[in-house]
């Protein structure tokens, strides 16, 4: 038997165990891996539904996730500082969770605990607690391989999905008539029911590989007449395996994400400092050692325009540590 004829053999194998393994994505969760939250567009508040590109794993998962976010508000012209303008800072602990069923389905759910911090040139103000549950399901209805240039295998695999994120997380009824410029983000949930539609893409040649996600997530309005706009998110991302005795597993990767979200309406009533776009790069890096996995990713914002130019995102960081069994 020749070599490449041996090496391809050896990659079938090892790769199609592996790709029988490769999971979807929650964030966000995405992201966010990922629960979806108010806020998603600027990954503040309730935090965004990417979560970087998850670990294989054959039945079960069960994992701890940290994120980071900052929002600067009520900014002048130019994204300008002003005497109103507040620094916002949202760090979510999320316990999250996936188990296979029959080999195509995957049921994915996640808790996050929110500790909220908003500082102004009056006051800082703290909102810590639970938040919502977010539920998935996701289908693989694509998953093949085949040999190419004699030596190398290609993988395709596709991913379906959809959910729904429960209002567990308390939402606040601001005290005062929430004006139609106002911000509606230090919450601790959107007190709504959301459903959440997601796409997932990947192609692998070898251990290098492009992975292609999408997301949507549709709002519905709360108890108190207040409903979080619609959002969309793209992310495309290239990564690469490095394989250590067999024993440790590498994967950095690279990417960027496109995120776009609808006005908030507040009684009928379209609140014009909310919704817009924001486009970021991202890298990070997953390892995985026998059982266990860890991994994170570091968002930088290249372009926004967020609540009309009257908020500004910083940079996110995301790190998971999770236990496949």
Known sequence: MTKPLLQTKLYQKTLSFSMKKKILFLLFILSNITATFSCDICSCGIG??????????????VGIRSRHNEIQT??????????????????????????????????????????????????????NG???VNVMAYYQLLNTKQ??????LLVHSLWIGGGIKLPTGQYETPTQTLQNTSLNLFQLGTGSYD??????YDVRLQDAGINILGNYKLSSENSAAYQYGNKSSFNVQAYYKFNIKNQVKI??????????????????LVVFSSGGNLFSTLVGVEVT??????????????????????????????????YMF
Not at 48 to 61: H, T
């Open 195 to 200: 459903f959440n539609f997601s796409a997932m």
């Open 74 to 127: 009520h900014l002048g012209q130019n994204n300008s500082n002003t005497y109103l303008t507040t620094q916002e800072n949202y760090h979510t602990v999320e316990i999250w969770g996936g188990w296979t069923l029959f080999q195509k389905i995957r049921l994915m759910a996640s808790a996050p605990y929110h500790l909220n911090k908003k500082t102004s040139a009056e006051k800082t103000e703290h909102r």
């Open 48 to 61: 965004n539904n990417y979560i970087g590109i998850l670990p294989d794993f054959n039945q079960r998962i």
């Open 147 to 152: 040999t190419t240039f004699s030596t190398f």
């Open 130 to 132: 639970f938040g919502d």
């Open 289 to 322: 050692f026998k059982k266990f996995a860890l991994g994170g990713n570091f968002q930088l914002p290249l372009w926004q325009n967020i609540a009309n130019e009257t908020a500004k995102a910083g940079n996110k960081l995301m790190l998971h540590v999770a």
């Open 251 to 268: 994967m950095p990767n690279i990417g960027t994400q496109y995120e776009t979200a609808d006005t908030d309406t507040n009684k009928g």
